[in-house]
Each structure stands twice: as structure tokens, then as C-alpha cells.
């Protein structure tokens, strides 16, 4: 599978049946993975911290979640390129779950009645489903035995594929961190949570295909996403152009 560098961060050039094959084979390796789907938000934060930027780049997969980043992968001369939304190859991978036999496990959350209610719709809608684990962390920072009680619960449930729903950057900072701590593929799922559980609504696929998806998250959290969305985006726009042009005439 090749990786495309977009800026500073390198994306796999996938499709969303690959992602999964890819997924599969890193859990049957039986070896701690992580996976990132990344997006704008994603790049910038890479661009803006080295430390970031090597947790993204050492990831086993790093999908095309955001279209930006899968239209720049097509630019560059990645005509196979894919974009792989991270519910969708979540999806994909609850929809198996039974016939792969693979366990799920649902880490982070705003709180435990969140977690409930996607586990219910989740088993609603894959009932072959198999979920042995689920925990929504507290906002606060952990004691050392606290998390040490998390990691022997992952473990002790034989996770193979844990959903991480913390956020971008924290998501990845801590699957990168637990790498060799969890014996499963971690898959950073951003808000996914959030929306299958209905607290935060999804944009229409017509403004998803639009590369409108930003635009629709900032008219319905201005409050919260205004700084990220018109701070990161102009830049994202502007150093990649400097990079397409470097690649094309230099």
C-alpha cells in the first residue's frame, strides 16, 4: 500500500475494502496496532508539532477521512486514491465483527449513557455485533492505577478492534502512547460516537461530497470550531499549493 505526503503528514492511498483487509491482518498479527483517519484538523496539527506529526506518520494505516485530504492525494498523482470516512470503515468493521469473529470495543465519549446508547444502536443495526468492552474516561487525568485497571480490562475482554472516540489530537496521542500496552487495533473514530448516538447530526452526502462537511460542523458548533475550521483551512490551502507547485515544476 503506498503513502502520499500531504504537507507534512503521509496518508495511506486506500480504499475502504483495503482499510479493512489492512485492519484484519494487523489484528490477526496479534500485535498492538493503531490506526488514524485523518482530516484537515489532522494535517495542521502534524504541520503546527513534529511530536504530533511523528505519531500520525508511525501509524500502522492512516486513512483519507476528510475529502481535502483525498483530493490532494488525486492531485499529487494518486489516481487510485480513495476517500475512507471513519464511521464508514467503522461500519465495515461492526458489520463483520460476527462473522470475523472479531470483538469490539468502545473507548471515550462524553460519558457512559452516550456509550449505551451506541452500543444499543450499533447492535440494533449489526446484530451479530460482538462488543465485549465499553468506557467513557473522565474528563480528568487518570491515576497510574486507574489506567493500568483500563489496560488489563481491554486486555482481559480480548478486544481486537477498539473504537477511540477522544477527539483529534488527543485520540491519537493516546493510542500512540498505549501501542504496546493493548494487545488490539485501535481506530481512532473522532466524533463518530457523538453522531450514531444523535448528539451531534451529520452533514447530507451531497455536502460531503461537496468538501462542505467543515462548513456544515461550523454553522451548527460556531462557537466551538470557528478558530479551528478559518485558522486551519486558508493555511492547509495555501501550503499545499506550495507543495503541488514545488512537485509540478520543481
Known amino acids: 500500500m503506498q503513502r502520499c505526503k500531504v504537507v507534512s503528514m503521509f496518508v495511506d492511498v486506500a480504499n475502504i475494502q483495503q482499510a479493512l483487509i489492512k485492519i484484519e491482518e494487523l489484528n490477526r498479527d496479534d500485535s498492538s496496532a493503531y490506526v488514524c483517519v485523518s482530516n484537515v484538523h489532522m494535517c495542521m496539527e502534524a504541520y503546527d508539532s513534529s511530536e504530533y506529526a511523528s505519531i500520525i506518520n508511525n501509524a500502522n494505516l492512516v486513512l483519507a477521512d476528510g475529502r481535502p485530504i483525498y483530493w490532494a492525494q488525486k492531485l499529487l498523482g494518486y489516481k487510485q486514491a480513495n476517500q475512507v470516512r471513519g464511521q464508514d470503515i467503522m461500519h465495515a468493521l461492526c458489520k463483520v465483527s460476527g462473522e ?6 468502545l473507548y471515550g465519549g462524553a460519558d457512559s449513557g452516550i456509550l449505551n446508547i451506541v452500543e444499543t444502536r450499533l447492535s440494533k443495526t449489526f446484530p451479530d455485533i460482538r462488543i465485549v468492552f465499553s468506557y467513557a474516561p473522565p474528563f480528568r487525568k487518570k491515576t497510574q492505577t486507574e489506567e493500568q485497571k483500563i489496560i488489563d480490562k481491554i486486555n482481559d475482554s480480548s478486544v481486537d478492534v477498539l473504537f477511540v472516540g477522544l477527539g483529534c489530537p488527543k485520540q491519537e496521542g493516546w493510542m500512540a502512547e498505549h501501542k504496546d500496552k493493548l494487545n488490539c487495533v485501535m481506530l481512532g473514530v473522532g466524533a463518530a460516537f457523538d453522531f450514531i448516538a444523535g448528539t451531534k447530526a451529520h452533514a447530507p452526502r451531497v455536502i460531503q461530497k461537496l468538501g462542505l462537511e467543515w462548513l456544515f460542523r ?17 493555511r492547509f490551502v495555501y501550503l499545499f499549493i506550495k507543495q503541488y507547485i514545488k512537485q509540478q515544476f520543481f
Not at 100 to 105: A, F, P, Q, T, W
Open 100 to 105: 470475523k469473529r472479531l470483538n469490539i470495543g
Open 218 to 234: 461550523l454553522i451548527s458548533e460556531p462557537r466551538r470550531l470557528w478558530k479551528r475550521y478559518l485558522f486551519n483551512n486558508p
